[in-house]
């Protein structure tokens, strides 16, 4: 079973860099996808990253591109998002999530969405302010 908990969000000034991370209480196969996905108070949940347990390929919304980076931690169930030049508009709580036919149902890019995703953390806040 895939328990997640998501950590390290905080308030974090506009231009700032962020991690937060998400760690697995079950070993994550290699055939999971791993997600990152946000909320926003009066928004959907919207897809913004994603990775290849097995050989670590990535796929990135286009918002968060060039300014996000997924990375994985095989040994440690973890996965990380790495988050730079912080917005305002990126304030919102974050969810990691893991698609556990992944492998097989297509690319990360056909599967960005939330109704792929059959287990997911509780969200941990990330705050942009000055």
């Known amino acids: 079973q895939v328990q997640l908990v998501e950590s390290g969000g905080r308030l974090v000034q506009p231009g700032g860099s962020l991690r937060i991370s998400c760690t697995s209480s079950g070993r994550i196969e290699d055939h999971y996808a791993m997600g990152w996905f946000r909320q926003a108070p009066g928004k959907e949940r919207e897809f913004q990253a994603s990775i290849y347990w097995g050989d670590a390929t990535t796929f990135y919304a286009d918002s968060v591109k060039g300014r996000f980076t997924v990375s994985r931690d095989n040994g440690e169930n973890t996965v990380y998002l790495e988050m730079t030049n912080l917005r305002p508009d990126d304030t919102a709580v974050y969810y990691c999530?893991?698609?556990?036919?992944?492998?097989?149902?297509?690319?990360?890019?056909?599967?960005?969405?939330?109704?792929?995703?059959?287990?997911w953390g509780r969200g941990t806040q990330v705050t942009v302010s000055s």
């Open positions: 999530a893991a698609d556990r036919l992944a492998y097989y149902g297509g690319s990360l890019q056909l599967r960005a969405s939330p109704k792929f995703y059959a287990y």
